[in-house]
């Protein structure tokens, strides 16, 4: 009994104690948690921010005294921008990272009820901008109402318009990236003069074209892509003649979907529907060969070679994956492809290497240097756009795929200009280029019926 009576007085007094320190604790946290308010009698001081450096969206705290405890009356600028804040304790303040403040000055301000400002300071060291990667509209007019959409007429590119369906973009290779034509799946191709600030036409009298490539001196291949297997799908048309005049490359092809230019050897290569197989065109011989068999048919197929020539992607849209085809240096030909990234006939979403990232119908791509390669055996990442996921991913030459583009707030499709990754959203994007006179890319951005720019912050 004796000891059952000294169990029980010890089970109290440390229930007393437990009870104490939940008391003192409580009232510790409620005493932290009645912020002082600001005292115009005293300065306001910056100490310190955190982190030292980032971009538009990026956190920064700042640390100091005398902000007060309304974030109604306290005003941040950073390089002379308004800063969005989230919460402010009297030595403390939360805010978010505003775009284009380039110069990095901070200032903290208090006003009164009437917004004026009666104090402000500005911090000793600044903070430094990193610029981010953004997605804006380029060119044509985005119309909410579908019944008000109408093609852009030639002429101005500010003159009202947009682009009914672009599928594929070409650079003139003597436009020293001035020129760029695009296809629309279906109607007349067209071209921006980037120059002359104008869109143009090209008339080549087929019903569709899918892509555009051409010849190394110069001169614009075309494909019909058509449905009947009595018709040649390849044409040769002359810069001499302006492109009015053609000539047939090859024999009958059904379904081109894809073609490319071996950047070194210079022959011609396109990808049928139907056969879901690749053919090569030889310019010296006039002959048409069969390169490979695809592992699946009725595909539409579309090919990017390397500008080394080394290698080829096919991006497989039907069948949701990448394949890679290697370069032949001594039968001069493409050879057996073989997946690098994602699952034949399996579509979903998730970044990763090879199989294990998940694609949704991939269309057009670009191989873009990386610094950060610099004196690898392949310096380039490959861009391209994932339509049905509504984004532009990033391939390494290792075959890890990331997401560069689009998705941002916790979307999938939509319009949205802003940061490429936390804001930026589109509507099945198809066609993707990029201008390394203008360091930006550019992306036909299908549903929303414009044309996307994504460049870096400028001044």
């Not at 440390?14 to 320190?21: G, K, N, P, Q």
């Not at 003192?24 to 005493?31: E, S, W, Y």
């Not at 060291?125 to 119309?143: D, H």
Request: charged share 25%; hydrophobic share 30%; glycine share 10%.
């Amino acid at each position: 009994m004796k000891k059952k009576t000294k169990s029980n007085v010890w089970h109290i007094q440390w229930m007393l104690l437990a009870f104490a320190t939940l008391c003192f604790t409580g009232c510790k946290d409620d005493d932290e948690g009645l912020e002082e308010a600001f005292d115009p009698n005293k300065p306001i001081v910056v100490s310190d921010f955190s982190p030292k450096k980032g971009g538009a969206g990026s956190n920064l705290i700042l640390y100091g005294d005398n902000f007060g405890n309304d974030p109604s009356k306290v005003k941040v600028t950073i390089g002379g921008k308004d800063t969005r804040i989230v919460t402010v304790k009297n030595q403390s303040m939360y805010c978010i990272i505003p775009p284009k403040a380039y110069n990095g000055n901070i200032q903290v301000s208090v006003c009164d009820d009437n917004g004026e400002v009666i104090s402000s300071v500005e911090a000793e060291s600044t903070f430094e901008y990193e610029k981010k990667w953004m997605v804006s509209t380029a060119f044509g007019t985005y119309y909410e109402n579908g019944n008000e959409f109408f093609d852009m007429k030639d002429g101005p590119l500010d003159a009202g318009g947009g682009f009914g369906n672009v599928f594929w973009f070409s650079w003139d290779p003597e436009s020293d990236y001035n020129k760029l034509y695009f296809t629309n799946d279906g109607k007349t191709t067209r071209y921006l003069d980037l120059e002359k600030n104008e869109i143009g036409t090209f008339s080549h009298g087929f019903d569709r074209v899918t892509a555009i490539t051409w010849t190394l001196d110069g001169n614009m291949i075309v494909s019909h892509n058509h449905s009947s297997d009595t018709k040649p799908g390849n044409y040769l048309f002359t810069r001499a003649s302006n492109y009015t005049q053609k000539e047939t490359l090859g024999g009958y092809a059904r379904g081109v979907n894809g073609n490319m230019i071996h950047p070194i050897n210079g022959e011609l290569y396109y990808s049928r529907y139907r056969a879901g197989d690749m053919w090569k065109y030889d310019f010296e011989t006039g002959e048409s060969t069969l390169c490979f068999q695809n592992p699946y048919s009725g595909v539409g197929i579309y090919l990017v070679p390397h500008p080394s020539g080394k290698y080829a992607y096919m991006l497989e849209q039907e069948y949701y994956f990448i394949m890679r085809t290697d370069y032949d240096w001594i039968r001069k030909t493409f050879t057996t492809p073989y997946a690098i990234c994602g699952t034949g006939n399996s579509w979903g979403y998730s970044d990763g290497i090879g199989t294990h990232a998940q694609l949704n119908r991939p269309i057009q791509g670009v191989f873009v240097k990386n610094p950060a390669y610099a004196g690898q055996e392949d310096e380039y990442d490959f861009y391209f756009c994932d339509k049905n996921n509504h984004c532009v991913r990033i391939l390494t030459p290792n075959g890890r795929v990331t997401t560069f583009a689009g998705r941002g707030n916790n979307g999938t499709s939509g319009l949205l200009d802003g940061e490429v990754r936390t804001e930026a959203r589109f509507n099945e994007p198809r066609a993707l280029t990029f201008d390394p006179k203008r360091n930006c890319f550019y992306v036909g951005d299908g549903l929303n019926k414009i044309i996307r720019k994504i460049a870096k912050e400028t001044e």
